[in-house]
Each structure stands twice: as C-alpha cells, then as structure tokens.
T-cell receptor, first 113, second 113 residues
Framework: DAKTTQPTSMDCAEGRAANLPCNHS???????VYWYRQIHSQGPQYIIHGLKNNETNEMASLIITEDRKSSTLILPHATLRDTAVYYCIVRIRHGGSNYKLTFGKGTLLTVNP | EADIYQTPRYLVIGTGKKITLECSQTMGHDKMYWYQQDPGMELHLIHY???????EKGDLSSESTVSRIRTEHFPLTLESARPSHTSQYLC????????????FGPGTRLLVL
C-alpha cells in the first residue's frame, strides 16, 4: 500500500498562497492521490484528486510531479477559514472495483491574519 | 454540498447502555463507511458497506456492529457502552464511480461515563 508523508504543521499568511507538500514515493501507476481537509470538530471535506495531470477546481490546485512520487496542494489565496488539517491520501484498491482511503496524521495548516 | 446526516451530534451516556448512532444519506450512494477518530488523532475505518445487506469490518477492530437494510441508512450500534468507546464517530458515503470521492457527515461525539 502506498504511504504518504506530510509535514506535521505549516503556517501561511492570510491572502498568500498556501503550498502543502506530500510525498508518496511508493505510489503505483494506477493509484490516485486525494486531498481532504478537516476543520476542527467537523467531518473531512473532499478537496481535489488526480492521477497524473495537474488538476484545478474552485477550491485548489493539485500539482503532481512527473514521476508521481510527490504532489503539492495549492490554496491560491488562503483565508482564515482555510485553517484545518489537510490529508494527502493515496486511494488503494480494495477488491474488484472497490477502493478505500487511509487517513494519516495530515498537515495542520494555520492561516494567520 | 453533501447530503449526509448523523444523529445525534453529541451523546453523553452511562456505562452499559445500548446506543445506536444514525447515519443517513439522500444521494443514493451504494457505499457507506464508519470511521472512528479520537481527539487530535487519525481517522480509522471501523465498518463499511458496499450495498444493501453487505457489511464488513474495517481496519480498526471495534465492538460496534452495523446494518444496511436500506440504501440510505447505515446505523452503528454499541450493545453495551464503555468509557473506552468515547470518541467521535464519522459516517461517509460514496457513489463508487470514477473518483471514489467520499462525503462525510458532521460526526457524532460520544462520551461514555
């Protein structure tokens, strides 16, 4: 199973871009990278996912290196409400067409005013 | 916005009581999951279901049980609550299509005295 490594915590100034790194050096060719976040005391929230190409949606951008061994989640203009724990997850096949997500410790992003 | 609901949001109960945590989703998702999360710790998968009448144990051993009689409903039951069951319980669902995005409910915070 591909494992991910993230920094324990990061700080970012409000209005600046937040760049959250993730290493997944053992990722297989058909495994997707997912990002979720969890704001204090709430259920995790899906942000974005990708396989090989960079992805962008209304919340964030996901940059995946060409060798797929690492990725970066970018919040272009961080706000105080983006303070949360961010999880980088490699989706694992769990029999047939079923998959599961294994949440690690994530990165606590603190956005400062 | 995900339509997945959990009740109660908070529950304080005495040792030995039987409790049922409710989880419902209105998205017609076949796949549903229960996670357990202690404060400041990782999420651990304790149960999952890939459809009606299908339930499986997750990665973390749990004394709780689940049932899936209807697509939209995935309740979790503790026959005899103990202080060691004190935790947050999070329910999620996914449509199982490409992407396998899981949508989480707000969680139930359980305190067993």
């Amino acid at each position: 199973d591909a494992k991910t490594t993230q920094p324990t915590s990061m700080d970012c100034a409000e209005g600046r871009a937040a760049n959250l790194p993730c290493n997944h050096s053992t990722i297989s060719g058909n495994e997707y990278v997912y990002w979720y976040r969890q704001i204090h005391s709430q259920g995790p929230q899906y942000i974005i996912h990708g396989l090989k190409n960079n992805e962008t949606n209304e919340m964030a951008s996901l940059i995946i290196t060409e060798d797929r061994k690492s990725s970066t989640l970018i919040l272009p203009h961080a706000t105080l409400r983006d303070t949360a724990v961010y999880y980088c997850i490699v989706r694992i096949r769990h029999g047939g067409s079923n998959y599961k997500l294994t949440f690690g410790k994530g990165t606590l992003l603190t956005v400062n005013p | 916005e995900a339509d997945i609901y959990q009740t109660p949001r908070y529950l304080v109960i005495g040792t030995g009581k039987k409790i049922t945590l409710e989880c419902s989703q209105t998205m017609g998702h076949d796949k549903m999951y229960w996670y357990q999360q202690d404060p400041g710790m990782e999420l651990h998968l304790i149960h999952y279901s890939y459809g009606v009448n299908s339930t499986e144990k997750g990665d973390l051993s749990s004394e709780s049980t689940v049932s899936r009689i209807r697509t939209e409903h995935f309740p979790l039951t503790l026959e005899s609550a103990r202080p060691s069951h004190t935790s947050q319980y999070l329910c999620a669902s996914s449509d199982g299509l490409a992407g396998e995005t899981q949508y989480f409910g707000p969680g139930t915070r359980l305190l067993v005295l």
